[in-house]
């Protein structure tokens, strides 16, 4: 799905949530476990701060298990619910119910302490584009139905999927503008497939992402792609060149009079990084929060 955004339409986006909101108990918040930061709505804590907020790292399949777990410890810390999941295999769905409830176990408590039978928790799913949140609501609802974005005059035609007698959401997600104004945010929502690479430059793209590929994952870049001599840390954007051109000479990535052709070598690496052929490789650590404009916590 693409969508440009543009200031009325982030403003009638977070009117429509707010307007869901009065509805539901708690907000799940969908993320990207390889860029759990980076696929974070900028203005998510003040929109949704009336509701508990469970947060799911989706596409935890792609995603390396140790940072996955570390991205979990960060937002518990911050007061959320948190689970891995995987939408499209359904691994870790069924656990959502039971996390939604225990961010309102003092109230469904007081239900039950007044004779009251708990009624189901009503959820929201909010997320940016292409996270998941149609593969997450079909799961849930154990069939496909179409999802559409929000048009004037939403919340009437919206109906509730049932889960178990335990979980109810609303079958019409909240869609959330990314982190665009951060370019760091940017290239690595473009690295994992999350915004249309053509809206950058596909090699720089790839430079950008070597960046934190070598930071984390550099062993295994090197062993993929044969790399030689290659640093701890990319220094600078001609280093990261560097790494690119050889990945390009080692696939044969060769235009005329020999060159290697940049683009086609920064194809192959973002389609083999993003269909997990590197391996599960999360690209930022929940300790870089706040290193690069824009992307400071608002918690
Ligand atoms: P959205 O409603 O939030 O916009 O996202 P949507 O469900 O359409 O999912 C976007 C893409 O992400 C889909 O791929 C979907 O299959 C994939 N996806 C969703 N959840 C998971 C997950 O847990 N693991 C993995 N590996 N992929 C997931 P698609 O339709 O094939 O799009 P594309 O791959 O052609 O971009």
Request: hydrophobic share 40%.
């Amino acid at each position: 799905m693409t969508i440009q955004w543009f200031p009325g339409h982030m403003t009638r986006a977070k009117r429509q949530i707010e307007e869901k909101l009065k509805l539901i108990d708690v907000v799940i918040e969908l993320l990207d476990a390889r860029i759990p930061q980076s696929s974070r709505n900028p203005m998510i804590d003040e929109i949704t701060s009336s509701k508990p907020r469970l947060i799911l790292l989706n596409k935890a399949d792609l995603a390396d298990g140790d940072m996955t777990a570390e991205w979990s410890k960060y937002f518990r810390d911050k007061g959320h619910a948190t689970l891995a999941i995987d939408a499209n295999s359904g691994t870790g769905v069924k656990d959502i119910a039971g996390k939604a409830k225990e961010l309102l176990q003092e109230k469904i408590q007081r239900q039950i302490d007044k004779g009251m039978k708990p009624r189901p928790v009503r959820a929201l799913i909010v997320g940016i584009p292409n996270v998941g949140k149609s593969t997450l609501i079909n799961r849930i609802a154990g069939r496909n139905i179409a999802i559409t974005g929000d048009r004037p005059g939403v919340t009437k035609g919206q109906q509730w999927i049932k889960s178990g007698g335990e979980l109810e959401l609303l079958d019409t997600p909240g869609i959330l503008w990314p982190r665009f104004e951060d370019p760091i945010a940017g290239f690595r929502l473009a690295a994992t497939g999350a915004i249309k690479e053509d809206l950058l430059h596909i090699d720089e793209v790839a430079c950008f992402v070597l960046r934190d590929l070598v930071k984390h994952y550099g062993p295994v870049l090197a062993e993929r792609y044969g790399l030689t001599d290659l640093p701890a840390e990319l220094a600078d954007m001609q280093a990261a060149i560097d790494v690119l051109e050889q990945i390009g000479r080692r696939r044969g990535c060769l235009s005329g009079g020999g060159h290697v052709d940049f683009d086609k070598a920064a194809g192959i690496l973002l389609r083999e990084l993003r269909a997990g052929k590197l391996g599960r490789m999360t690209l930022e650590a929940p300790d870089e929060v706040g290193d690069t404009p824009g992307t400071k916590s608002t918690e």
